[in-house]
């Protein structure tokens, strides 16, 4: 079969083109794009297709640049074809948005394509973007993304077709455009980048692929592109259950993204994993820089207690409120955040949980000239007061003001034997239902107080405590006004 007769059924089979459509053809000079210039236009009338050519002249490479532009420019003029043309600053784009060239190259190249799209849209035209990745690009993109730790959709290789974007000869090897070009006599321009090794790309081009195929095996890129078309069918078919699953687990209400911790903690890992980086997305706009352990973390946030938060990038807050994980940006809801999120304690200050003030202080014994046998005997006859003091060099990690976590318990006794907290509420007759907003200060899973009950004996003051960690709980903010004052433990 020629490479006409492959492209041509190829198009049908997935429904590339509709009979009066505009076809937006990304035509670079090279090899690759030319091929599929030349083949689209030997199939204009058997679609019946209108082909636009559009070429991006990206600023890079000077004098070079300006020989494609033309190229391509004459070469559509020879044949008829309407021929657009974009000019960009890409290393200028790159270097203000924090991208590669290669990214900056990108979007820019679609950035165009989406004008001339909407130009004809808006004359009523149908429109289909047709870019001229080929099957060599889909093995290159499947080893580029199994070494950068991709998940199954990255593995699936390139998509034959996106919506608009269409790739017609993603069938064709590129030794098949090659050969294709040569048979007929089509010139081409070669980019002297694409034979440099500056991309890693291009590295995988020109050294892993050829390895494989002269000592693996020589039919390695077609094995490899068969296994990213199943793997595409499979994450298609799980893209439907991830879908369904969407459906039923989460909701979105004022720009926040609310996941049922039950309904997502029932479902299968992957289909977990799937349903919580759409969310990511949904809340981020987009995924670039978001890892397997962001979604775990995430999902992690499943069996916590009311408060607990992670951070994610993009300034997304994921944290937990009863049964639901929230998303949302940083900035929405502020107030509601800083009121129930977990407090690192690293200096003096006020801290607020919920509706609990506490007043927070670090002091040096010997510095504030505290006679500390005195304070170690008013501690023991005090018991009902609102100031409890530890010894703060006993920290192990940093000081959290937070509710209760699976893990923690606390020390009971002189000689060091420890309780669950779970088991210390149970104990204590402490309603279930209310055992998620009792505020805790924590070294890690070790707490340090249980706010209205006891401490743990770890952090008692000695003789030999040097810094005081003193914390203060506040009246609460609904018995100021009253005048109230409530003793705590």
């Not at 980048?193 to 692929?209: A, P, W």
């Amino acid at each position: 079969m020629n490479e006409l007769v492959k492209v041509r059924k190829y198009m049908e089979q997935f429904n590339m083109a509709e009979k009066g459509e505009s076809v937006i053809v990304g035509v670079s000079g090279g090899a690759d794009s030319v091929c599929l210039y030349k083949i689209l236009l030997e199939l204009k009338n058997y679609f019946d297709i209108d082909i636009i050519a559009v070429h991006i002249h990206h600023g890079i490479r000077g004098d070079e640049a300006d020989r494609d532009m033309k190229f391509v420019e004459n070469m559509c003029k020879n044949d008829g074809v309407k021929f657009k043309c974009y000019k960009y600053n890409v290393p200028e784009y790159a270097k203000a948005n924090g991208l590669s060239e290669e990214e900056a190259g990108r979007m820019l190249r679609y950035k165009a394509f989406d004008e001339v799209a909407k130009e004809l849209i808006s004359n009523g035209r149908s429109v289909k973007i047709a870019v001229a990745h080929n099957r060599n690009d889909s093995a290159e993109t499947f080893i580029h993304n199994l070494c950068r730790g991709s998940g199954l959709k990255g593995l699936a290789g390139i998509p034959y077709k996106n919506g608009s974007i269409i790739r017609p000869v993603l069938c064709l090897t590129r030794e098949e455009i090659e050969r294709y070009l040569s048979e007929h006599k089509i010139e081409h321009i070669d980019d002297s980048t694409n034979f440099t090794e500056d991309y890693t790309r291009n590295k995988i081009r020109h050294r892993v692929l050829p390895y494989l195929n002269e000592n693996i095996n020589d039919n390695s890129i077609s094995h490899i592109c068969q296994a990213a078309d199943e793997l595409r069918e499979i994450e298609d078919y799980l893209s439907e259950i991830t879908n369904y699953a969407y459906e039923n687990i989460v909701s979105e209400h004022n720009k926040c993204i609310y996941i049922n911790r039950k309904a997502l903690a029932d479902e299968k890992e992957i289909i977990q994993k799937r349903v919580v980086r759409v969310c990511i997305e949904k809340a981020a706009g987009k995924l670039k820089d978001i890892t397997r352990k962001h979604v775990e973390d995430v999902i992690d946030l499943c069996g916590r207690q009311t408060g607990r938060y992670i951070m994610l990038p993009y300034g997304i807050i994921a944290r937990v409120q009863y049964e639901n994980i929230i998303l949302e940006r940083e900035n929405i809801n502020k107030s509601i955040d800083e009121k129930n999120i977990e407090k690192d304690i690293r200096k003096d200050g006020v801290y607020t949980l919920g509706d609990e003030e506490f007043d927070v202080r670090i002091i040096d014994v010997e510095k504030e000239g505290i006679n500390i046998k005195f304070l170690i005997n008013q501690l023991k006859n005090y018991q009902n007061l609102y100031t409890k003091c530890f010894d703060y060099d006993k920290i192990q990690f940093t000081v959290q003001l937070r509710y209760r976590e699976s893990e923690d318990y606390l020390v009971i006794n002189a000689k060091g034997q420890r309780k669950k907290l779970k088991s210390f509420f149970v104990d204590n007759k402490i309603p279930a239902e209310k055992r998620g907003m009792i505020p805790v200060f924590a070294d890690g899973s070790h707490i340090i107080w249980i706010v209205g009950h006891r401490i743990s004996e770890e952090y008692k003051v000695t003789e030999d405590t040097r810094h005081l960690l003193i914390i203060s709980r506040l009246e609460r903010k609904e018995n100021q006004n009253a005048g109230q004052n409530q003793s705590i433990d």
